[in-house]
């Protein structure tokens, strides 16, 4: 199928949008648009960061989600409490495959599930006395963990529990590091105001444990990786090329991180911040209080590495930009065959993703590095600056949906029938039966890392794999495929 | 009163970044920008007009500062 024309873009979206009612159709358009690279600001063609409308399927989290999932969750050698009622903790547990290193239960805790388990007497006479007693029973049976953080659910806000009160005084009485974070489900839109109230809570009651500190031992290279989970590994991944470029991670925020790192964080001289969109206030926080530069860069993809690294040692001296440059021609050989051999196979696939609130953008690279094309993309929580930077990657007359609904999503591909679609598991099982190919970009359809050079390898092959699978041939019965095969003879 | 966060960007130009109403627009024009004197009606990329109270000395950017939407 070849590329749509801006005017069969604008009337696909219009004959979508043709089955709401008037008001939800006017608000819903203002979330579709095509994309124009001439435009300097996202907000001229599209709305995001808005209340989805009731009664449509979107796909979104909360805050919730947010700041437990994403930013908290993966701290691991602290506790994260779901303080509230079950569900929430036990069905995100160990979801979002955020490796680490450590022994669950003993130093690390990552893929536990602490919750106060709200009943009814505890909304009722409030669950502050519960709470302090869980604090208590986790310094007992998990001596080791290094800081306990309280991830509020709804109920929490609605019976106006006071947290707060309780963290003070657990911390003063155990020592330790207790955070309240106050990211009821229900505050904000989407996840989005759940990171940002993540950051808000390590910026106020984490950060500044190391102020005046000056007994940890800096160099002139420290960095912090920021915004990277490590999912399926993707901190390691790229935290190896890091180092062999010269620098000295410092910090991982949050993968596979510890809260010593993010205590030392403000002592480095460059702030690395992958995902932008859930982490970039803990950056600006950073930058205004410490003077900590932060750039922005992007790890999927040979051609966008290399030019992050770039980027990266710009920020430095001349032994780390020769450092760039060895890192890039030291992986060159490894890139190229992954391209010789993958690239035919992918060539001229069109892709399309809507994922959650960096990859959207950031993977097109990996894709046009293989030779496919991103035809349509869009994201679950981005905000107006997210779709700033997306603009320029996306080509002409490109779909971008924000906060696509379900029905959107579908009809949109039965239009585009695209060769490849990038979502999520909600999304995954629709277009399976479909008849389209589908991987997780959220979690990497268990596989993994994707980050770095050697992440790019396993993105081919794995994207080979999921395409090109003999599968997709025999989705249609045989009887209904239109193909006229040999009559068959009738038995003698 | 929103509180702006100032940062400058790596063209030199002054980011006005407003987290809670999701903005964040250049700076076109400043009416004080003088060390002795910073502040005053601010026009941002996209027309809108921000005051700030003119500060001395100027400060230290980057920085948050409280503004008036004109």
């Not at chain 1, 600001?41 to 995001?48: E, G, L, R």
């Not at chain 1, 002592?267 to 930058?287: G, P, Q, T």
Request: some cysteine.
């Amino acid at each position: 199928m070849p590329a749509m024309t801006r005017e069969e873009t604008e009337a696909l979206i219009q004959e979508v949008l043709e089955v709401y009612p008037e008001k939800a159709k006017n608000d819903r358009a203002k979330h579709l648009a095509v994309n124009d690279q001439s435009l300097e600001k996202a907000n001229k063609c599209i709305t995001s960061n808005r209340k989805s409308l009731p009664g449509v399927m979107t796909i979104r989290g909360c805050a919730y989600a947010g700041s437990k999932g994403v930013v908290w969750g993966p701290i691991k050698d602290m506790i994260h409490i779901s303080h509230g009622p079950v569900g929430c903790g036990q069905y995100s547990r160990a979801g979002r495959r955020n490796y680490y290193v450590g022994t669950t239960g003993v130093n690390t805790f990552g893929t536990m599930n602490f919750t106060s388990d709200f009943q009814e007497k505890d909304i009722v006479f409030g669950g502050d006395k519960k709470l302090a007693k869980l604090i208590d029973e986790i310094e007992v049976l998990f001596p080791l963990n290094k800081g306990i953080s309280i991830q509020s659910e709804c109920p929490i806000g609605l019976i106006g529990d006071d947290i707060e009160a309780v963290a003070k005084m657990k911390k003063k009485e155990h020592g330790k590091t207790v955070v309240p974070v106050r990211c009821e489900g229900f505050r904000g839109v989407s996840q989005s105001l759940g990171h940002h109230i993540a950051n808000d809570a390590i910026r106020d009651w984490v950060l500044e444990a190391r102020d005046g500190d000056d007994s940890f031992p800096t160099t002139p290279y420290d960095v912090a990786v920021i915004g990277d989970y490590n999912i399926g590994g993707d901190a390691w991944a790229s935290r190896t090329l890091l180092e062999e470029m010269g620098l000295r991670v410092v910090a991982q925020w949050s993968g596979d991180g510890t809260i010593a790192e993010i205590e030392k964080t403000p002592k480095v001289k460059l702030n690395l911040i992958h995902c932008y969109r859930s982490m970039n206030y803990i950056a600006r926080h950073m930058e205004e209080k410490y003077s900590i530069p932060w750039i922005e860069y992007n790890f999927f993809g040979p051609t966008k590495i290399a030019e992050s690294l770039r980027r990266i040692a710009a920020h430095f001296d001349d032994t780390i930009k020769e450092g760039a440059e060895r890192v890039i021609e030291r992986y060159k050989a490894e890139y190229e065959a992954v391209i010789a051999k993958y690239r035919p196979r992918l060539e001229g696939k069109r892709v399309m993703l809507y994922v959650g609130g960096l990859r959207p953008r950031h993977v097109i690279g990996a894709y046009e590095d293989l030779g496919m094309e991103v035809v349509g993309t869009g994201y679950e929580f981005a905000h107006n600056d997210d779709y700033d930077r997306t603009i320029k990657e996306m080509g002409n007359a490109t779909l971008l949906y924000d906060d696509v609904t379900g029905y959107e999503f579908e009809e949109f591909v039965k239009k585009i029938q695209p060769d490849l679609i990038g979502s999520g598991i909600k999304e995954k099982y629709i277009f399976q039966k479909m008849g389209i190919p589908f991987r997780q970009m959220h979690s990497w359809d268990y596989s993994g890392p994707y980050h770095g050079f050697d992440g790019f390898a396993i993105f081919a092959r794995d994207m080979d794999m999921t395409l090109n699978n003999p599968c997709w041939k025999n989705i249609k019965a045989p009887w209904k495929k239109e193909t006229a095969s040999e009559p068959v003879k009738a038995a003698a | 009163m929103p509180s702006v966060m100032l940062r400058k960007r790596d063209d030199g130009k002054l980011l006005f970044y407003v987290a809670k109403k999701d903005l964040e627009e250049t700076i076109e024009s400043l009416e004080f920008d003088a060390p002795e004197k910073w502040g005053g009606e601010v026009v941002l990329g996209d027309g809108s007009r921000y005051y700030f109270e003119p500060l001395s000395p100027a400060p230290k950017i980057p920085t948050t500062l409280q503004a008036k939407r004109l």
